[in-house]
């Protein structure tokens, strides 16, 4: 059975049972891949958060009530990678744009009836076949297929020997990454990439290492001579100079309002700004598929749409009203039926999710309908603090979780 079950009562399990370790044991263990069936030295949360089942303050909140902040920063600090991934993505739409452009050129490289580059296009298939060669590649190959996860080190290797031994482009291994998490994230995985390259901080690549693979897989593999220990970071891009997080207007009282779930966060009972509203009915969607130009693996699109089914059950038990799935053919009944007069849904951030919220603005736009995006404040107060590295990000961590009430 998966070890990642689409629901917010599942995470809510997953996290108990990783609390005892988010302390010390955690920031010694964290780094040791201990194989698809060990992977209890870390949280195996990121599905859920990243759909938001569970929230970064909820796990922030659970953490600090168990730990002291000094035993537990490196967990707290990794949680927050998420939200300086997200953070500088959304100061910068322009690196998704241009990262979505490559990948198209890359993807008509390697689709069928590309002949003119069959010798690249056979190096991708036998990558994402996982018939390289190099055992512990094709392991982690079948691990992502079947299991829809990876290890953070393990993904750090998989993305650095993609890109300097077997000399793909990162492009088209995000993509293979994304096509394939349960987690899939476009901020978490194409700048994580984008940093194994050395694009992201200039200069600075990460090159896998047969001892260091050999060191934190328990021995499990040892890839001597097989590696490209010795390669140069790819040449810089031009980044953008980071922009400004945009104020979003409120939600007006008196209408007959809706909330509208996407993947992006799954759990309505908790968005701000939700109070004194006439909310009459609960709709939402997923486009898991919207993830690639290629096909998006079942998994993803299952633990998606149950993901969905969970979010819409219990905020339908939360504000007592109808919630259900609405396909975009389903929406104009769906508006009319319910007498809708206003959406609210969650900020969704650069990505497919985002265009999929874009399109329903447009189309609620044509009906005279508002379509209204409400923020949560761990994204408020940590996004700004995102425009440059990590670094600043990590030194506000304590400040920000006190404006936010996490002592
Ligand atoms: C090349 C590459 C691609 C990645 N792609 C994704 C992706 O598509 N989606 C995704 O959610 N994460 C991605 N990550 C980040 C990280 O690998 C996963 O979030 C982490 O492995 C999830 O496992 P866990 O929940 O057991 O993590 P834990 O170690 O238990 O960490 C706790 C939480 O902190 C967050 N976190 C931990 N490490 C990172 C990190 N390096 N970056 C961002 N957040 C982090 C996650 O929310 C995670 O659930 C990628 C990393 C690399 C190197």
Request: overall charge neutral; glycine content about 8%.
């Amino acid at each position: 059975m998966s070890r990642f079950l689409p629901s917010r009562a599942a995470a809510l399990t997953q996290l108990a049972a990783f609390l005892p370790k988010a302390g010390a044991h955690y920031a010694n263990e964290r780094n040791a891949d201990r194989g698809p069936m060990g992977h209890d030295n870390v949280s195996l949360l990121s599905p859920a958060v990243r759909h938001r089942l569970i929230t970064e303050a909820e796990i922030a909140a659970a953490v600090l009530d168990r730990f002291a902040f000094s035993t537990s920063e490196k967990f707290i600090q990794e949680v927050c990678w998420r939200t300086y991934w997200k953070g500088w993505l959304e100061l910068r739409p322009r690196v998704w744009a241009d990262y979505q452009s490559t990948l198209r050129e890359q993807i008509a490289r390697v689709s069928d009836g590309a002949g003119l580059d069959r010798p690249f296009r056979k190096r991708w298939q036998a990558a994402v076949d996982g018939n390289t060669g190099i055992a512990c590649f094709d392991a982690w190959v079948e691990e992502l297929r079947t299991t829809g996860y990876l290890h953070n080190h393990t993904r750090m290797w998989f993305a650095s020997i993609w890109i300097f031994t077997l000399n793909l482009p990162w492009a088209l291994g995000a993509d293979f990454f994304y096509r394939h998490l349960l987690d899939g994230d476009p901020a978490s995985n194409t700048l994580s990439w984008r940093w194994v390259a050395g694009l992201q901080t200039r200069g600075k690549h990460y090159l896998a290492r047969a001892e260091n693979i050999q060191k934190y897989t328990g021995n499990r593999y040892w890839p001597k001579g097989e590696l490209n220990e010795d390669a140069a970071p790819l040449p810089p891009d031009d980044i953008p100079a980071a922009g400004r997080i945009s104020e979003l207007p409120l939600p007006k009282s008196g209408l007959r309002t809706a909330l509208w779930l996407h993947e992006d966060d799954l759990c309505a009972e908790s968005w701000p700004d939700l109070d004194g509203l006439d909310i009459v009915a609960i709709g939402g969607d997923v486009t898991p598929d919207a993830r690639s130009w290629l096909p998006v693996s079942a998994a993803v699109i299952d633990w998606t749409d149950a993901a969905l089914t969970d979010g819409l059950q219990r905020a339908g038990a939360h504000f007592g009203r109808p919630a259900t799935r609405v396909r975009p053919s389903e929406r104009h009944r769906w508006l009319e039926d319910h007498g809708i007069q206003q959406v609210v849904t969650a900020y969704a951030t650069v990505g497919p999710v985002a265009d999929a919220v874009k399109a329903l603005e447009r189309e609620l736009t044509t009906r005279g309908i508002a379509l209204v995006r409400v923020r949560r404040d761990w994204d408020t107060a940590f996004w700004p603090h995102a425009s440059k590295g990590f670094f600043q990000l990590r030194e506000r961590i304590r400040p920000v979780l006190g404006e936010l009430g996490i002592p």
